[in-house]
């Protein structure tokens, strides 16, 4: 719809430069420092902090190279003025929702000055699908890592689409099978409202099974595979053709966009 990912990517990057990948310079949006305000266009610290790594993700599946938040520090203290609460820092440097998370999924990720040809891997997700995005990455000792997240509001500032304020997202239960799954159990990374994460093992059942409840969070699961290394990364997910693109250019899964800035 208007305003989304797809929108960008088809109206104004399609359009004033064909081919090219779209480059976000200025993207998301501002916290409200009162918390929540029912009808405000800012979002309260924690679901700031649930929307925007999901931004970052879905920028990346959706083959934009480069993706700049703005703005890295809040520009003042004035709790009435948008333009002052923009950071994923606050004025003083304390830490938002927001920063705590993306820090701690980069010191998960990040795997710096990696020169090595992924592997491939064959994935089903079934279960209660609707909302549910993806993203897989792998590093050079050949260990997956999935980002799972339902891409629904937990924020709503659109009149026309019901109360409005905060809105609640329930898990959902899905099955992840990895038929070349490796060991006896995975390990699932999930984090909490004020962007901390921890860690749980999830046992991979005999069929090659993980069972997981998905959340309007961003999720990880690390896994290994039997399988040597290929040439592409490959997901099959369930899901429905018109809500998800199985394959892009740049061998990750491209997910549909919420509009209306609800990552």
């Not at 790594?53 to 004035?78: A, C, E, H, M």
């Not at 005999?206 to 309007?216: N, P, R």
């Not at 969070?217 to 693109?245: C, H, I, K, Y």
Request: hydrophobic share 30%; with cysteine; charged share 15%.
């Amino acid at each position: 719809g208007y305003g989304s990912y797809e929108y960008q990517k088809t109206h104004t990057g399609g359009v004033t430069a064909p081919g090219k990948p779209l480059v976000a310079t200025e993207g998301f949006g501002n916290t409200n420092p009162a918390g929540d305000s029912p009808g405000s266009a800012w979002w309260p610290e924690d679901i700031h902090g649930r929307y925007y790594p999901r931004w970052f993700l879905k920028q990346f599946v959706g083959g934009s190279p480069i993706s700049i938040s703005y703005d890295f520090v809040d520009d003042g203290t004035n709790a009435t003025n948008p333009e002052d609460n923009f950071g994923l820092l606050r004025h003083d440097l304390s830490e938002k929702p927001a920063y705590k998370a993306i820090k701690n999924l980069l010191n998960l990720l990040k795997e710096p000055n990696a020169n090595f040809t992924p592997g491939s891997v064959d994935i089903t997700i079934s279960g209660d699908t609707n909302g549910v995005q993806q993203c897989l990455l792998q590093k050079s000792n050949g260990t997956y890592y999935l980002c799972v997240w339902l891409d629904k509001k937990s924020w709503n500032m659109d009149s026309w689409d019901g109360p409005l304020g905060r809105r609640a997202v329930n898990a959902q239960n899905v099955t992840l099978s990895v038929p070349s799954f490796s060991g006896s159990s995975a390990t699932y990374y999930t984090l909490d409202d004020p962007g901390n994460m921890t860690s749980s093992a999830k046992t991979i059942s005999s069929g090659k099974t993980i069972d997981l409840a998905v959340t309007d969070r961003v999720a990880v699961v690390q896994f290994s595979t039997a399988m040597a290394s290929g040439t592409n990364l490959v997901s099959n997910p369930s899901f429905d053709a018109e809500n998800f693109d199985t394959q892009t250019p740049s061998g990750w899964n491209e997910g549909a966009w919420d509009a209306n800035w609800n990552p």
